[in-house]
């Protein structure tokens, strides 16, 4: 990574000033040919502790590891070359001290060269986002749903229903702010309630299942490509990725059975 690469990219405080404005836009990459083309069309690429899920077939993000984050954000990083890369601090990795999440993501920063870090922020977090913030590490907050919590929470369900909870995810996003968060996303809430959020941080909010109301939004990218048949309700599938790669296999397979593939264009042949 050059220092002019470096330089051209998006910065954390260059998407903080984007609140009330342009809205932001997020995608998740998990490996450098996908982070190139989304970088195009992206102010932020998040690599997302969902690689688990989409990428490698676990039932939840808690089975993902700092080292599986860090080889996923050396990939991204590859392949992006102006967007803010974020990355992911995966379960166990910054919960239980400032000090833990300090080691844990200057590692991921200084092995992955990426921008920021984004942590599931429940009430414990603001010394945490304070103190990494405070030794040069941008983070990038997340309330609402926080899929690691998923087994305290009995499942992917939207949060916010009840007005206790929908106050405690108000709070967490204000501590989050107040902490030194550059922004918040926000996941799985009501409009209504998301609109309560961003109009309570001075930081964008990134939505995700959460309405317009939001300063961006971020989708989880092999989603709303159309990788797989079941979805979350908030994702709209923008194409299907599913549907093109199962008629590509199945012609190539059908191909390679009646020998017509590789056909004349497909082989060498040397002169004599
Ligand atoms: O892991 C992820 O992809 C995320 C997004 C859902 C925001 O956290």
């Known amino acids: 990574m050059s220092a ?3 330089i051209s990219r998006m910065t954390a405080p260059q998407i903080t000033a984007r609140k009330n404005g342009e809205p932001i836009v ?20 998040l690599v997302g502790d969902s690689v688990g899920m989409v990428v490698h077939g676990l039932p939840t993000t808690v089975g993902v590891t700092l080292d599986m984050m860090i080889m996923h954000g050396q990939a991204v ?29 200057s590692r ?7 921008q920021a870090v984004k942590i599931e922020s429940g009430s414990y977090a603001a010394e945490t986002i304070s103190y990494l913030v405070e030794r040069g590490i941008p983070v990038m907050s997340h309330v609402g749903l926080r899929p690691q919590s998923m087994n305290v929470l009995g499942g992917f369900r939207a949060r916010g229903r009840s ?14 702010d107040k902490a030194g968060s550059f922004a918040v996303v926000v996941e799985g809430v ?8 961003t109009k309570a941080v001075s930081v964008p909010t990134i939505g995700i299942g959460a309405s317009a109301n939001c300063d961006g939004q971020i989708l989880v990218t092999p989603d709303m490509l159309g990788l797989f048949d079941r979805v979350p309700k908030f994702v709209k599938k923008y194409a299907d990725l599913k549907g093109d790669m199962s008629r590509a296999a199945a012609q190539y397979a059908q191909e390679v059975k009646s020998r017509s593939f ?5 082989m060498y042949r040397f002169k004599k």
């Open 26 to 45: 997020c995608l998740t990459a998990y490996d450098a040919p996908t982070a190139a083309i989304m970088d195009e069309h992206c102010d932020l690429i």
């Open 4 to 6: 002019q690469n470096y």
């Open 190 to 197: 009501s409009e209504e309630l998301a609109d309560k959020v």
């Open 108 to 114: 991921v920063m200084m092995e992955t060269g990426c």
């Open 262 to 266: 590789p056909s004349e264009n497909n």
């Open 77 to 105: 990083m590859r392949g992006a070359q102006k967007a803010l890369v974020v990355v992911d601090l995966p379960f166990g990795a910054y919960e239980d001290s400032p000090e833990t999440a300090f080691r844990s993501a």
């Open 163 to 176: 007005q206790a909870v929908a106050e405690q995810i108000v709070e967490n996003a204000i501590a989050a």
